[in-house]
């Protein structure tokens, strides 16, 4: 296996933990009838920086364990990772979340039938906003994303004791989540929210509704800018 490739096979193993575990605790937190029901934002927000850990202990030792095309692009931006290899990183990463949402449906199989929301059916694969104004919706998005792309690059100007750096990346995920995710849901990532929504559109889950593709654009876009904008930005310091 060539080395792009084994780094490839890397993001889609760390893709597909950290939505397993991702939307598994907001199906979890959402889903009528499970022991985590309404267990609310604070289970979100650390589940979400545990599965972002996880997915990066996971698969770093075969990659560089972006698990996101906006870092991907991002540091393609700067220089810091081939454009010629950034296709097939995405590819992997929308690919292992699409499997990932899929293994999230069949843990939770009862309790689809028993949950008739269907905002919150949807929201266990995918973001969506709390007030939907497109605007606002995708600065949300994009400046989500420029800390969390200006982070991990500061992350690799100072020293960690070895093995600790995915847990740091963990707590920057949990601060995003806390400090600035109300309002969309905080996708912050392309493959997170799109592989996941397509597994929404195609499986058949009881009760489900729409899959609001027309607000997906938005979790793509916007990550998508503020990963190049972040990287840019911690590019021209010192």
Known sequence: MSDVMTQALGEFIGTFILVVLGDGVVAGVSLNKTKAQGAGWNAIAIGWGLAVTLGVYASSYLGPAHLNPA????FAAIGKFPWADVPIFIIAQVAGAFLGAVLVWLQY???WQ????QAAILGTFATGPAIRKPAANLFSEFFGTVILVFGLLAFTRGKWTEGLNPIGVGLLITAIGYSLGGTTGYAINPA???GPRLAHAVLPIANKGDSDWGYSWIPIVGPIL???VGAVLFNVLP
């Open 226 to 228: 503020g990963g190049i």
């Open 109 to 111: 199989l009862p309790h």
């Open 192 to 194: 997170r929210d799109f």
């Open 71 to 74: 870092v991907t692009i991002g």
């Open 114 to 117: 028993e949950t008739k929301d």
